[in-house]
């Protein structure tokens, strides 16, 4: 594992890559290679801090499924039912008001990515945030979908998600240098992030919580998560089953760009489909999840099998990631049937 690993940073110039591996819901290996800062020369540590991206969105469903448990949320009761006042009230959703397809929206939806939303609003030309298809009706990547069920838990419920993260999931699984915003006792081992041509971008000292992506963590914490998840531990089976269950077929042939309408019947094959909160297939190692996570400087990606209760968690400081993650999940995994021509667009070398 430590000699294919800093070949292929090597041979692809990654700075840095921490590594997990979960074996039967334990962790059994953390590793870390190369730099968490290039320029002071400071090594990458399991124990650095370290931006998690949209694996933040994995950790919320959990979250919100124990509240799901709790009977504090149903997942096919309409958002409009917890809110004091109608959604395009708030300034946040005002430009919702002339669409009332707001009406429809369920967390399941919010969860599954199926809202018919954007990404993000900013994507749009005007920066307005709208419908692009009709709710329910097909899978499309959606941060605004997951931020905007944080918006419901929060102004419905009363609740405070960070704070909620942190006793439901951080303390909860021992992951000490993990949060939702910035800590400034993270400064001390943090990563930095390095685009294509390896140019640095400082980390993102996040101040405001976010569903869809505000999370730091490091390889250790988030691998405790993992294998906690494996182990069935804060949810009833029946809510972690839902979490895991097909809610939609995926037909699309990319996620990325998130709203592009070609298809790829490989899908079916290997029944590419959304859970809440991962994306689900069935390999030649049976039933699978994944969640990826990433941005300009950051790439990582979470794979479990369901069958072995076995997990591999790849970290990357840089978007060079991709280059290096297929030839680790097979050499650790052996052939797994991940569809990383659809997770990554264009799809790295396998």
């Known amino acids: 594992m430590d000699a294919a690993a800093l070949r292929l940073m090597k041979e692809t110039g990654l700075p840095g890559l921490a590594l997990a591996i979960i074996d039967n819901g334990r962790v059994s290996d953390v590793k870390a290679y190369g730099l968490r800062d290039v320029e002071q020369g400071a090594p990458l540590r399991t124990d650095t801090v370290m931006y998690g991206a949209s694996l933040t969105k994995a950790a919320f469903a959990y979250m919100v499924m124990q509240l799901v448990d709790e009977g504090r949320v149903d997942l096919d009761t309409p958002i409009e039912r917890y809110l004091p006042k109608p959604l395009p009230e708030y300034p946040k959703y005002a430009e919702l008001a002339s669409d009332a397809r707001w009406k429809r929206l369920t967390p399941r939806m919010l969860l599954s990515h199926t809202t018919g939303f954007p990404n993000f609003r900013f994507l749009n030309p005007d920066g307005k945030l709208d419908f692009k298809f009709e709710p329910g009706t097909r899978y499309a990547y959606s941060g605004e979908g997951i931020n905007l069920m944080q918006f419901v838990l929060e102004n419905g419920l009363g609740l405070k998600v960070g704070e909620e993260m942190q006793r439901r999931v951080f303390d909860r699984f021992d992951m000490k240098r993990t949060s939702m915003v910035w800590r400034d006792d993270f400064a001390a081992n943090v990563s930095q992030g390095y685009d294509e041509k390896g140019k640095l971008e400082p980390h993102d000292k996040r101040e405001n919580v976010r569903a869809a992506g505000s999370m730091d963590t490091t390889v250790e914490d988030y691998a405790k998560f993992l294998a906690g998840f494996m182990r069935g531990e804060g949810l009833s089976a029946t809510a972690r089953a839902e979490m895991l269950r097909p809610q939609i077929a995926i037909s699309s042939a990319h996620q990325f760009p998130t709203l ?72 650790l995994l052996g052939e797994t049937d991940v569809p990383w021509r659809w997770d990554y667009n264009p799809p790295p070398a396998e």
């Open 260 to 331: 592009l309408t070609e298809t790829d019947a490989r899908n079916e094959a290997i029944a590419l489909s959304a859970g809440l909160g991962v994306v689900l297939f069935n390999g030649r190692a049976g039933p699978a999840f994944f969640k990826g996570g990433h941005d300009e400087w950051t790439d990582n990606f979470a794979l479990c099998l369901e069958r072995e209760k076995r997990c591999v968690l790849l970290m990357a400081n840089s978007v060079k990631g991709p280059a290096v993650f297929p030839s680790l999940v097979k050499s």
